[in-house]
């Protein structure tokens, strides 16, 4: 061995074992979607994957809406670091 650590997502064997349990789970709750009754509040909630569709909008709407606000909050790599290069600058001239 090459002395260097072994993670668990570092072979493709356990990666593959992963993805196949995602879809695999994913293939039981829509099995498990015609079988369990819903106590459904509107019609569209009836619809087969509702909340898997409307899961997905979401996460794909908080995804998209947090790309959006940084583009307005983000700052420069060196925002902080400009202050105390001007700051400094006029400092090394008292000692």
Sequence with gaps: ??????????KPKNVKLVLYSLYASCGV???????????????????LGF???YGFIGCTAIVLGSKWLRSIVEREEDYYDKD???????DDDVA
Aim: hydrophobic share 40%; proline share 0%.
């Design 1 to 10: 061995m090459s002395g260097k650590k072994q993670y668990f997502f570092d």
């Design 29 to 47: 709750l829509l099995v498990v979607d015609f079988v369990v009754h819903r106590h459904i509040i509107h019609q569209w909630e009836q619809l």
């Design 51 to 53: 909340y898997s569709i």
């Design 84 to 90: 105390e290069l001007t700051q400094n600058s006029g």
